[in-house]
């Protein structure tokens, strides 16, 4: 497990290019440091309030509605829920895979992809692989039978190649899905650092990318936004007084544990 852990970690760190959210011309590849905190509704406000002085929209969110668009992640695991636990023990070295889309409606013609995301020490890693989306019903895929549509569909990349050995090492299959709406902004001053609020969390427990509405879904962090920042090189110093200004706790929280956790799939038995 930890050795392959390591040969995941160099995997993804001989694919690193340049960090971009945007979701239909978003890089396979990167690395970079992220931080997260948790506010409440009116703290939010005010923070983002105070940030458009130094931050402009995503180009992407400009003209869409709420300048926000959907973030749908179907997440992997073994029988032993190895990759919850291994975040939740905080090991330095870790890894899942998910798949990821940007649509609750398997008609919207938006990218998918299978990606592997990891960390090593602070830094983030994640490598991704376009799935082709023509001419399947993916409503009705699940299980074992969606895990071989996305092989088959998936462009040639290390990590489709490390996702289907996994597949067969450690019996990985979907356990849930992770909904929620993303804002993106970008700095001013410097397009490498960048900033989302993710809000309206929820959990279902499905393996399927687009269970439709037969599986009701569990909020999370329920009148919450999680403040995810994203930078490669330092935080900023007005970033740094807006976080003393409000008193921004930094926490290490997982959307997936989140919602593993609401579910009653798994627990942080420390």
Request: with cysteine.
């Amino acid at each position: 497990m930890r050795a392959q852990t390591r040969e995941n970690v160099e995997l993804m760190q001989s694919h690193v290019r340049s960090d971009d959210d945007i979701p239909h011309n978003s890089p396979l590849h990167f690395a970079r440091f992220e931080f997260k905190y948790i506010l409440p509704l009116e703290k939010r406000l005010a923070v983002e309030d105070e940030l458009r002085y130094f931050l402009q929209f995503d180009p992407f969110v400009v003209n869409r509605s709420g300048n926000r668009y959907t973030v749908r992640s179907l997440y992997y695991d073994d029988p032993s829920y190895s990759a919850f636990h291994d975040k939740v023990d905080g090991l330095h070295s870790r890894y899942k895979f998910r798949i990821r889309t940007y649509a609750s409606d398997p008609a919207d013609e938006v990218p998918m992809f299978i990606e592997i995301k990891g960390r090593h020490n602070n830094l983030v890693f994640k490598n991704r692989a376009p799935v082709e989306r023509d001419g399947i019903d993916w409503s009705h895929l699940r299980g074992s039978a969606l895990s071989r549509v996305i092989l088959e569909r998936a462009a040639t990349d290390p990590v489709v190649d490390q996702f289907r050995f996994d597949l067969v090492r450690k019996r990985l299959k979907p356990v849930a899905l992770i909904d929620y709406q993303r804002r993106p902004y970008v700095s001013k001053y410097d397009p490498t650092f960048r900033l989302t609020f993710d809000e309206q969390l929820s959990a279902r427990h499905t393996d399927r990318v687009f269970p439709g509405a037969t599986i009701s879904a569990r909020k999370i962090l329920a009148g919450y936004t999680v403040l995810e920042v994203k930078f490669r090189h330092h935080l900023p110093s007005w970033f740094h007084r807006i976080i003393q200004s409000y008193e921004l706790q930094r926490v290490s929280i997982s959307k997936i544990c989140a919602g593993m956790e609401i579910l009653g799939l798994a627990y942080d038995e420390r």
